[in-house]
């Protein structure tokens, strides 16, 4: 009884949200709402037992994503033109509106063909997670049956994953990195330095 | 961001909270939610917001662009010099059983290590990113301030 309220509450939260930030045109709202919306979903997945999934939800999405889209905003406006408002649309909304209509109906009827949440006979349940649940105590000795398989059994993938960081962070620097001078109106002075 | 008195003083009481935290998730991920992506994560989160309220310099004072490059790839280093390690040792790749006397001891050993450098690349990679953003935007307002005077 408590878990459906909770659960209603926040996924109306998290639609309210979603309504908001399509409806708002001051960009930095929208960021801050995009960190509430990752809030909410953590708190959903608190809710659904997946309290490593939360974690990283709460602290990437929420936070540092956060953090990352004010830096861009900051970037790509200069001080004077702070207001910061998304460009108003120019054209009619009915063919994307149509198009995620057509496609929002199509998930939900394919939803209809899904097993039940946490339904145990579900075929993602009886591949390898019967053996991982039973004996990765007995064969890591770690309690946490996600760390177990994401450090022991699939390794090897979260070795890609570190690499994968490690890629972004190399690319952020590769492209806007370093000491170069940035000129914004080049086009503007160009001539000025000769005249 | 000079006059914030209330933010400075709640965030130099909770940012060394922050970053106990995360050494708690780093190092109790085998037994509670948590792990090195997230620990890593929370740390440069107390770091950003040093950054945020003290301003990018102060914050850079504290862990240098430099160090940074280098925990970046030391973290994956770590990683995959224990794999390398493991097969040195007569197992297969990441086969931590190898590690120590035991199966189990060997996991353990294994696990906290290549979680320490899923940590480590985690936290100085997020710090990259924000910073070299910082550090872009002040090239460009020094830029447009420079333009202006010309």
């Given at each position: 009884m408590i878990d459906n309220i909770v659960d209603i509450t926040l996924l109306s939260l998290i639609a309210i949200?979603?309504?908001?930030?399509?409806?708002?045109?001051?960009?930095?709202?929208?960021?801050m709402l995009f960190g509430g919306f990752s809030f909410l979903s953590a708190g959903l997945f608190v809710v659904m037992?997946?309290?490593?999934?939360?974690?990283?939800?709460?602290?990437v999405g929420a936070g540092i994503s956060t953090v990352l889209m004010l830096a861009t905003l900051a970037l790509t406006y200069t001080p004077e033109e702070a207001d910061k408002e998304e460009k108003a649309?120019?054209?009619?909304?009915?063919?994307?509106?149509?198009?995620?209509?057509?496609?929002?109906?199509?998930?939900?009827?394919g939803t209809?063909?899904?097993?039940?949440?946490?339904?145990?006979?579900?075929?993602?349940?009886?591949?390898?997670?019967?053996?991982?649940?039973?004996?990765?105590?007995?064969?890591?000795?770690?309690?946490?049956?996600?760390?177990?398989?994401?450090?022991?059994?699939?390794?090897?993938?979260?070795?890609?994953?570190?690499?994968?960081?490690?890629t972004a962070g190399i690319a952020v620097l590769l492209i806007?990195?370093?000491?170069?001078?940035?000129?914004?109106?080049?086009?503007k002075n160009g001539g000025d330095h000769e005249a | 961001m000079k006059h914030n008195l209330i933010l400075r003083v709640v965030s130099k009481f909770l940012?060394?909270?922050?970053?106990?935290?995360?050494?708690?998730?780093?190092?109790?991920?085998?037994?509670?939610?948590?792990?090195?992506?997230?620990?890593?994560?929370?740390?440069?989160?107390?770091?950003?917001?040093?950054?945020?309220?003290f301003g990018v310099d102060k914050a850079k004072r504290v862990i240098t662009p430099y160090i940074l490059r280098l925990l970046?790839?030391?973290?994956?280093?770590?990683?995959?010099?224990?794999?390398?390690?493991t097969i040195l040792l007569g197992g297969n790749f990441l086969q931590y059983g190898v590690l120590a006397s035991s199966q189990l001891a060997g996991q353990h050993v294994g696990i906290l290590v290549i979680e320490l450098g899923v940590g480590i690349t985690v936290m100085s990679v997020m710090l990259i990113i924000f910073f070299t953003f910082a550090e872009r935007g002040q090239a460009v307002l020094n830029s447009k301030a420079e333009s202006e005077r010309e």
């Open positions: 949200h979603a309504i908001a930030i399509i409806r708002m045109r001051s960009l930095f709202a929208v960021v037992d997946a309290a490593d999934v939360a974690f990283t939800e709460a602290a649309p120019t054209h009619k909304p009915w063919l994307p509106l149509g198009v995620v209509f057509i496609t929002g109906a199509l998930l939900i009827y209809y063909n899904l097993p039940g949440f946490g339904d145990p006979n579900a075929p993602s349940q009886l591949h390898v997670a019967p053996y991982y649940l039973g004996k990765s105590l007995s064969e890591t000795g770690v309690p946490n049956v996600v760390t177990a398989v994401l450090a022991s059994y699939r390794g090897f993938d979260t070795l890609g994953e570190v690499t994968v960081i490690f806007i990195g370093g000491r170069r001078r940035v000129k914004p109106n080049i086009e | 940012i060394p909270l922050i970053i106990l935290f995360a050494l708690y998730v780093q190092f109790h991920g085998d037994f509670g939610p948590g792990g090195g992506f997230q620990a890593g994560v929370i740390f440069s989160a107390a770091i950003i917001l040093y950054g945020l309220v970046a790839s030391l973290g994956v280093l770590i990683y995959a010099g224990t794999g390398v390690a």
